[in-house]
């Protein structure tokens, strides 16, 4: 059965190592390191480097190579890359079919260009805020407190539900994105941001607490707190096999043989009133 403990820093001693100046790099020690990690943990770090989040049944699989039930399957190389690396490119092409948004003509299309400047103008009340709320909603931007409402045309006869549909391309494949107000919009999305005057008065006048850990860094954490679940799950089966108290012996018996049932190979010391000290190890002995 393999050893339950938390993963802890090493300690470098010889001559400096140069600066590790990027995420692969990292993640190339990470793989290094973990070689003389028990296998449970080799196998948690490479579902750690490869999934998400890992599930209930991650972590009952996890426990069974704990226990040598199952083989692992530990972290290598091919495992691990940078999460920068993975991050697709995303860029807008054109809003469109817009229903129930202010006064916007359903019939318009907003087009951006693919590469470069797109500018947008146009009169007071043009449409212009109309557009910029929709994508506000359906990509990133911090409101903060400030949120904007995307109300409908209040002339319109038959009010619904306000509308559009986003085409955009991903790592150069175009694709398109119907979204509703008050439902979720595609998360790829999400790597759109969009920055305006009401978006830059929450990071110039709010107070705004910034937080990033690293890829490696939140790897090891999960990894910590999985060496806590499983041991707390190993817990009633430790407190089964624990040593079970022994009978009260008096003085005579500091020459008799003594059973070493049921001693775990932990040390463990009994003390039998005053004639002594019952050491149920290894190698049980007695000492008076």
Not at 29 to 34: E, T
Not at 95 to 114: G, I, K, P, Y
Not at 251 to 258: C, E
Request: aromatic share 4%; with cysteine.
């Amino acid at each position: 059965m393999s050893s339950i403990h938390s993963p802890t820093a090493a300690t470098a001693t010889g001559p400096t190592q140069a600066p590790i100046t990027s995420e692969a790099t990292v993640l190339a020690s990470l793989v290094a390191w973990s070689e003389d990690c028990p296998l449970w943990q080799r196998d948690a770090l490479r579902r750690l480097c490869t999934a998400p989040c890992l599930e209930d049944s991650d972590a009952a699989e996890l426990l069974a190579v704990c226990k040598g039930e199952i083989d692992c399957k530990p972290l290598e190389a091919a495992h691990v890359k940078a999460t920068s690396a993975g991050n697709p490119v995303v860029i807008l092409r054109r809003l469109r079919d817009v229903q129930h948004v202010n006064a916007l003509a359903a019939d318009e299309t907003l087009s951006f260009t693919r590469a470069g400047l797109t500018v947008v103008y146009g009169d007071n009340g043009s449409g212009k805020s109309g557009y910029a709320r929709i994508l506000k909603q359906v990509c990133r931007a911090r409101v903060g407190n400030k949120s904007e409402n995307v109300l409908p045309n209040i002339y319109d006869a038959n009010p619904g539900a306000p509308s559009a549909t986003i085409d955009f391309a991903v790592n150069g494949q175009d694709a398109s994105s119907a979204w509703v107000l008050g439902q979720p919009s595609d998360p790829v999305l999400s790597a759109v941001s969009v920055f305006d005057s009401r978006t830059a008065s929450v990071h110039v006048d709010d107070v705004n607490d910034v937080a990033y850990t690293p890829f490696p860094l939140r790897i090891l954490g999960h990894l910590a707190k999985l060496c806590q679940d499983l041991r707390e799950k190993l817990k009633p089966r430790s407190s089964r096999s624990r040593l079970k108290p022994l009978r009260r012996l008096g003085s005579r018996a500091a020459g008799r043989t003594r059973k070493s049932e049921g001693c775990s190979h932990d040390w463990v010391g009994v003390h039998l009133r005053k004639s002594g000290t019952w050491h149920c190890s290894a190698q049980p002995r007695w000492t008076g």
